[in-house]
């Protein structure tokens, strides 16, 4: 689908140094049972990307797809520690649920919440922003780290 999407726009003229291709990552389907690994996620979903995505975008920002925060987190790094320097576009998160939600949930819409949900919101972004760097450990889940 990528592929034709790509034709598609290039047969529209849309210059695509202005693109930013919102996808998600590549993943089992819900009804297997056995989840991919980490690595094995990374790669399927940045070889699909070599495969169907001009080096010209300069961007993909990826949706969480139903994964925890902590699992797409983790997804992001593996892509940028494997295929360091062989990216031709920035890879994140488009920054909603894998971002977002773990907050959400610590605040339930109450006002005492709020300090605790804009902490969570703040080491979800450091994380993210870590994982966009290759430098995500799982280590760092922890908030006291």
Request: charged share 20%; proline share 6%; glycine share 4%.
């Amino acid at each position: 689908m990528q592929r034709v999407l790509f034709e598609q726009l290039h047969s529209q003229n849309v210059n695509l140094k202005w693109v930013i291709l919102k996808p998600n990552m590549v993943l089992p389907g819900l009804s297997n049972a056995k989840p991919a690994s980490i690595d094995k996620v990374a790669e399927a979903t940045v070889n699909c990307l070599l495969q169907t995505v001009p080096a010209m975008v300069p961007g993909v920002a990826f949706l969480s797809g139903g994964q925890s925060a902590e699992l797409a987190t983790a997804h992001l790094n593996a892509m940028h520690v494997k295929f360091k320097g062989r990216l031709p576009w920035a890879l994140t998160f488009s920054f909603a649920r894998a971002i977002q939600q773990p907050a959400l949930e610590i605040w339930k819409g109450k006002a005492e919440n709020v300090a605790a949900a804009q902490k969570m919101l703040y080491h979800r972004a450091s994380l993210d922003n870590a994982a966009r760097r290759g430098e995500y450990t799982p280590e760092m889940e922890s908030l006291e780290s």
